[in-house]
């Protein structure tokens, strides 16, 4: 890590590790011909190995020094470099098929995710390091504690593993959690059924508006206790206990109530 001092504002906590480095790589397989894409590639722990394994490497970074390092030690055939914020990137104008690696940056991995979700048509599949309280949010099933609004949208749109944990120690500067590897395939189109997937994000987030509440009075003016009951989902029940699917039912009885209202 010499020459660069970590940036707080860009949640830098680079990976350190020989041995975690290898597991990654390991879980990553990748190949040749993959049309592979770095999300903050920082010093290169991974961006090392990743290009031994593939023809050409995409990376997302947004610090100028490490963008500067970067040009200065790969030629641009083999590494092509997406010059700013990860958040604001489409990634499918990056190719499809695209498999997307990455140390996220913990201060914005949520809302990352949410972003990269809206990609997953382009998308092969997805290994993140992250911390892991958001991963286990990401994989909590319905009654959990950890299960809301992000284990949701995700879990309609991929399915999801916790690979394995990854100490404090395998870091510099060493954050004060522990991150864990979570590898994320997008589920085909034919599995996704909301027939109106904006509608069904909207519905999600309500339904978690406030947690404690029943869903009776978070989805008050959404859906009422007869639409709940029609789908045999408890009015008193709260957001976190109702499967994927349920919403996904949900928000289909209730787009089609709303036509036939129209028509």
Do not use: C, W
Not at 139 to 156: H, I, K, T, W
Not at 169 to 180: H, I, L, R, Y
Not at 211 to 217: E, G, I, T, V
């Amino acid at each position: 890590m010499k020459g660069h001092i970590p940036r707080r504002r860009f949640g830098q906590n680079f990976l350190v590790s020989p041995g975690i480095i290898r597991k990654i790589i390991l879980a990553i397989v990748p190949q040749r011909g993959d049309a592979l894409v770095e999300i903050g590639p920082g010093l290169g722990a991974l961006t090392e190995p990743l290009l031994e394994a593939v023809d050409h490497l995409q990376v997302v970074e947004i610090d100028r020094d490490l963008i500067a390092r970067l040009k200065e030690k790969h030629l641009p055939e083999r590494l092509t470099i997406h010059e700013g914020d990860a958040l604001e990137l489409d990634f499918s104008s990056l190719g499809s098929n695209l498999r997307i690696v990455g140390n996220l940056p913990y201060n914005i991995s949520t809302p990352l995710l949410f972003h990269l979700a809206d990609h997953a048509a382009a998308v092969r599949d997805m290994h993140f390091m992250l911390q892991k309280e958001v991963v286990d949010r990401m994989v909590a099933e319905p009654g959990n504690g950890d299960y809301g609004r992000l284990s949701v949208m995700l879990q309609y749109r991929f399915e999801m593993e916790r690979l394995f944990l990854v100490p404090p120690g395998a870091f510099d500067p060493a954050p004060k959690v522990d991150s864990a590897i979570v590898r994320l395939m997008p589920r085909p189109l034919a599995q996704r059924q909301a027939r109106d997937e904006e509608h069904f994000g909207r519905l999600v987030m309500a339904a978690f508006g406030q947690r404690r509440k029943m869903l009776r009075n978070n989805l008050k003016g959404l859906a009422g206790e007869a639409d709940l009951e029609a789908l045999a989902i408890a009015p008193t029940a709260r957001a976190e206990e109702i499967p994927v699917a349920d919403y996904v039912a949900l928000s289909n009885r209730l787009l089609e109530k709303n036509r036939a209202a129209a028509s």
